[in-house]
């Protein structure tokens, strides 16, 4: 297990149990199952924001219902998203299980001038290195180190379509199968909507194949898409492509995303063995309360 930030995650594993909300602690996945509404077709998602034309290969869940899943796979309840993808033909809460959360960071318009020019490799090198760094920190709060390993899937970025994806294939302590974090990027107007895949390296060819679609059918509707941005008028993001794919926004981002994005990382290995580390958060929340307000979270739905 790990503590750390976005491509190098905050990691805060908590018991599911502890974390569900009192109508569904005490229902087995079976059950939670059997509740869901699974959604195919054209479906709009945060009030108008995007459009998803889920195609037969994937189900979507609803806000609410992306909420129960996160939180039986061990992260806090009221998580802040638009929704999750899942593949057709499995239970959310199998072992080989895999899905999308979808969220939207409105941090602003990004400028997409730099993506010509970035050097991957040395991005990776830069990311790996901060990485490093940062394990000392991990292990000073009980915590095993993670290591970047490599892209899983470098980079690209679509210059017509402002599509962005890229994975990264990521080893927490000394656990021997790679965990694989794949990302997509759809820049808009006021900001960007953010879809991410968790699983295994294992998985990597179902999963590339399931985000190949994914990026697809997703997209702004008219109004909120990058060509309405109005120079003069909209905000505009701090950072650019480099800085969207190496984490950079995660500095900037509240506590609570960041707890969101990095739990999502550990879905396989808290599925096997979670580590209840409620007393450590009960102190953390102690110190930010007594240091500075804490951001407002509310529930989605």
Same mark, same amino acid.
């Given at each position: 297990?790990?503590?750390?930030?976005?491509?190098?995650?905050?990691?805060?594993?908590?018991?599911?149990?502890?974390?569900?909300?009192?109508?569904?602690?005490?229902?087995?996945?079976?059950?939670?199952?059997?509740?869901?509404?699974?959604?195919?077709?054209? =479906?709009? =998602?945060?009030?108008?924001?995007?459009?998803?034309?889920?195609?037969?290969?994937?189900?979507?869940?609803?806000?609410?219902? !992306?909420?129960?899943?996160? !939180?039986?796979?061990?992260?806090?309840?009221?998580?802040? !998203?638009?929704?999750?993808?899942?593949?057709?033909?499995?239970?959310?809460?199998?072992?080989?299980?895999?899905?999308? @959360?979808?969220?939207?960071?409105?941090?602003?318009?990004?400028?997409?001038?730099?993506?010509?020019?970035?050097?991957?490799?040395?991005?990776?090198?830069?990311?790996?290195?901060?990485?490093?760094?940062?394990?000392?920190?991990?292990?000073?709060?009980?915590?095993? /180190?993670?290591?970047?390993?490599?892209?899983?899937?470098?980079?690209?970025?679509?210059?017509?379509?402002?599509?962005?994806?890229?994975?990264?294939?990521?080893?927490?302590?000394?656990?021997?199968?790679?965990?694989?974090?794949?990302?997509?990027?759809?820049?808009?107007?006021?900001?960007?909507?953010?879809?991410?895949?968790?699983?295994?390296?294992?998985?990597?060819? /179902?999963?590339?194949?399931?985000?190949?679609?994914?990026?697809?059918?997703?997209?702004?509707?008219?109004?909120?898409?990058?060509?309405?941005?109005?120079?003069?008028?909209?905000? @505009?993001?701090?950072?650019?492509?480099?800085?969207? =794919?190496?984490?950079?926004?995660?500095?900037?981002?509240?506590?609570?995303?960041?707890?969101?994005?990095?739990?999502?990382?550990?879905?396989?290995?808290? =599925?096997?063995?979670?580590?209840?580390?409620?007393?450590?958060?009960?102190?953390?929340?102690?110190?930010?309360?007594?240091?500075?307000?804490?951001?407002? @979270?509310?529930?989605?739905?």
């Amino acid at each position: 297990m790990s503590v750390t930030r976005w491509a190098w995650l905050l990691l805060v594993p908590l018991s599911p149990v502890s974390g569900q909300r009192p109508d569904t602690a005490a229902l087995d996945p079976e059950q939670l199952e059997a509740r869901f509404h699974y959604q195919t077709g054209r =479906i709009v =998602i945060g009030a108008g924001l995007a459009t998803l034309d889920v195609l037969r290969t994937f189900r979507y869940l609803d806000p609410r219902e !992306t909420d129960v899943v996160l !939180t039986t796979w061990g992260n806090p309840p009221g998580n802040t !998203t638009l929704g999750m993808l899942v593949p057709a033909g499995a239970s959310v809460f199998s072992p080989e299980s895999w899905a999308v @959360v979808i969220q939207y960071d409105e941090d602003g318009h990004v400028d997409d001038a730099d993506a010509a020019s970035i050097n991957y490799p040395k991005l990776l090198k830069d990311m790996q290195r901060r990485t490093r760094d940062e394990n000392a920190e991990r292990t000073k709060a009980g915590y095993a /180190p993670v290591e970047l390993v490599d892209w899983a899937e470098p980079p690209r970025y679509d210059l017509v379509s402002h599509k962005l994806y890229w994975a990264k294939d990521l080893r927490f302590g000394s656990q021997t199968v790679h965990t694989l974090n794949y990302n997509i990027r759809v820049l808009g107007r006021r900001g960007v909507l953010v879809l991410n895949a968790v699983g295994t390296m294992d998985q990597l060819t /179902p999963v590339k194949t399931g985000m190949a679609a994914a990026i697809a059918f997703v997209d702004f509707n008219e109004g909120n898409r990058y060509a309405d941005f109005v120079a003069g008028r909209d905000k @505009v993001a701090e950072y650019g492509i480099a800085a969207l =794919i190496a984490g950079g926004i995660a500095a900037k981002a509240g506590f609570f995303k960041l707890l969101l994005a990095g739990i999502l990382a550990l879905k396989k290995v808290l =599925i096997v063995a979670v580590v209840a580390v409620g007393a450590w958060l009960k102190r953390l929340f102690g110190r930010r309360s007594a240091q500075a307000p804490q951001p407002p @979270v509310s529930r989605p739905g």
